[in-house]
């Protein structure tokens, strides 16, 4: 009857031996989920911002694609204009040479 008591009681420290195990790696367990579950939150917040980031990318590349015809417009507007200025500068310049070469000629041919 002892040795049957002995027996229980070392399997009773056996079984509160594997509990202790089991109850350490259970601690372990659920230290790395929540380390797996903080980069996942972290990994979520990157991603929140990246895909931010890109939506404002996009929406800054559609307002140059909209204004795009405009700016090309308004430039080639101030191109016409001072090319218009430089053709009236070279008239004015081709009529005061006409005026001085036909000056030079009358003189030349007096």
């Known amino acids: 009857m002892e040795k049957k008591l002995d027996l229980i009681l070392r399997k009773l420290n056996e079984l509160d031996t594997i509990k202790h195990e089991l109850q350490d790696v259970n601690s372990q367990m659920n230290s790395r989920f ?36 405009n700016d090309i417009t308004a430039l080639l507007k101030r191109m016409n204009k001072k090319q218009d200025n430089n053709d009236s500068a070279i008239d004015i310049l081709n009529k005061r040479l006409f005026k001085v070469e036909s000056a030079v000629e009358r003189v030349t041919n007096q």
Do not use: Q, S, Y
């Open 34 to 69: 929540d380390t797996i579950d903080m980069r996942i939150a972290n990994m979520d917040v990157k991603l929140k911002d990246f895909k931010d980031d890109l939506t404002d990318i996009k929406a800054g590349v559609h307002r140059i694609e909209e204004n795009e015809p």
